[in-house]
T-cell receptor, first 114, second 112 residues
Framework: EAGVTQSPTHLIKTRGQQATLRCSPISGHTSVYWYQQALGLGLQFLLWYDEGEERNRGNFPPRFSGRQFPNYSSELNVNALELEDSALYLC?????????????FGQGTRLTVV | SQQGEEDPQALSIQEGENATMNCSYKTSINNLQWYRQNSGRGLVHLILIRSNEREKHSGRLRVTLDTSKKSSSLLITASRAADTASYFCAVLTTDSWGKLQFGAGTQVVVTP
């Protein structure tokens, strides 16, 4: 069974541009989570989608947005990129809310803003 | 502010020794989870312990939870070089459903 897949693996953008990151959850999982991990730091919760709806959001500005498609895959969009947005962006999925069960993580997209 | 906070920040041991790391949190939780991350890539789930549980085992891993002290510990027994990784605790608090909150992690280096 395929795990959580993220694309692209690496992304280099210029300050001010927009970045789109993609995530395909494990088959049968309806919840998708996005986290940001800046170099050497812990994971900061970004967004939680379930059944196509945004269920919870972390303390990030509105230029961080996303959506979940009918097939449960998800996109994270970051507008007006800033240098401090450079980080590893991790997507995770779970069969239901990652409260009663583990979250399965992808390998991440490393975003570099220059 | 972060919920899960690990201690120590870094730990260096030799193969065969035990490694212990701790996690403290601030508010009531539904459960606490431990994850491992190798070389800045994806996280791998290790153990989930619920708020009404006190101890869980999985292979060479032992996790304890003390809700009165709002703390947890992860013990890796008979460590191996392959255990070299960053270890994170994550909590699901009762007031923020679906939002696993991670600490900054403990970096463990196991020397052969």
């Amino acid at each position: 069974e395929a795990g959580v897949t993220q694309s692209p693996t690496h992304l280099i953008k210029t300050r001010g541009q927009q970045a789109t990151l993609r995530c395909s959850p494990i088959s049968g999982h309806t919840s998708v989570y996005w986290y940001q991990q800046a170099l050497g730091l812990g994971l900061q919760f970004l967004l939680w989608y379930d059944e196509g709806e945004e269920r919870n959001r972390g303390n990030f500005p509105p230029r961080f947005s996303g959506r979940q498609f009918p097939n449960y895959s998800s996109e994270l969009n970051v507008n007006a990129l800033e240098l401090e947005d450079s980080a590893l962006y991790l997507c995770a999925s779970s069969p239901w809310t990652a409260g009663d069960t583990e979250a399965f993580f992808g390998q991440g997209t490393r975003l570099t803003v220059v | 502010s972060q919920q899960g906070e690990e201690d120590p920040q870094a730990l260096s041991i030799q193969e065969g020794e035990n490694a212990t790391m701790n996690c403290s949190y601030k508010t009531s939780i539904n459960n606490l989870q431990w994850y491992r991350q190798n070389s800045g890539r994806g996280l791998v789930h290790l153990i989930l312990i619920r708020s009404n549980e006190r101890e869980k085992h999985s292979g060479r891993l032992r996790v304890t939870l003390d809700t009165s002290k709002k703390s947890s510990s992860l013990l890796i027994t008979a460590s191996r070089a392959a255990d070299t990784a960053s270890y994170f605790c994550a909590v699901l608090t009762t007031d923020s459903w679906g939002k696993l909150q991670f600490g900054a992690g403990t970096q463990v280096v196991v020397t052969p």
